[in-house]
């Protein structure tokens, strides 16, 4: 599969506990994107990564939430002393150097409980 | 300020005839414009996009109009099968080299056999 893939694909999690997700863009692609997506809304962005670089982050990224793409390739998304409100869904999508086009992979639901 | 706006929030058509969902955008400098398909569970599709310097673009039953004057896009689905029921989110570019997407809250269509 050639596609964007994010692992792990769930996680239920305790609140107050760390949690970490990772997204594997297309091959090639030195745009990388966080997204989340509550029920019933479109996805929100969080992050944008070009090639290792982290240039833009949401005012929905509070200081809970760092994320990281050591060598431009994969990306994590860490959430700390995560709270209930934090459930939701985070996709990860990729873009390559030249379009506009984002490719979205699967997604990782988080439930904090 | 971001904004993009979704209409209707629901659609019910039976199967054969045409669906049409409307966005709005607040933004006069966003120029590229995608459609996602968000079928329950799955990951944002990506179905057809239309950039700023053309007005409407065809890809066999779906078709995206763009008046840049008045800032509106249009999705419109001909022929529909019960295979099109899905959630449609419209986007737009937001903030220049970032490109990340501003979505609308989504249309769940739902075509009757």
């Known amino acids: 599969d050639t596609g964007v893939s994010q692992n792990p694909r769930h996680k239920i999690t305790k609140r107050g506990q760390n949690v970490t997700f990772r997204c594997d863009p297309i091959?090639?692609?030195?745009?990388l994107y966080w997204y989340r997506q509550t029920l019933g809304q479109g996805p929100e962005f969080l992050t944008y990564?070009?090639?290792?670089?982290?240039?833009?982050k949401s005012r929905l990224l509070s200081d809970r939430f760092s994320a990281e793409r050591p060598k431009g390739s994969f990306s994590t998304l860490e959430i700390q002393r995560t709270e209930q409100g934090d459930s939701a869904m985070y996709l990860c999508a990729s873009s390559p150097a030249i379009g506009n086009e984002q490719y979205f992979g699967p997604g990782t639901r988080l439930t904090v409980t | 300020g971001e904004n993009v706006e979704q209409h209707p929030s629901t659609l019910s058509v039976q199967e054969g005839d045409s669906a049409v969902i409307k966005c709005t955008y607040s933004d006069s400098a966003s120029n590229y414009f995608p459609w996602y398909k968000q079928e329950l569970g799955k990951r944002p599709q990506l179905i057809i996009d239309i950039r700023s310097n053309v007005g409407e673009k065809k890809d066999q039953r779906i078709a995206v109009t763009l008046n840049k004057t008045a800032k509106h896009f249009s999705l419109h689905i001909t022929e529909t099968q019960p295979e099109d029921s899905a959630v449609y989110f419209c986007a737009a570019v937001y903030g220049g080299a970032t490109n990340k997407l501003i979505f609308g809250t989504g249309t769940l269509l739902a075509v009757q056999p």
């Open positions: 990564f070009q090639n290792e670089a982290q240039l833009e």
């Open positions: 091959s090639e692609h030195n745009r």
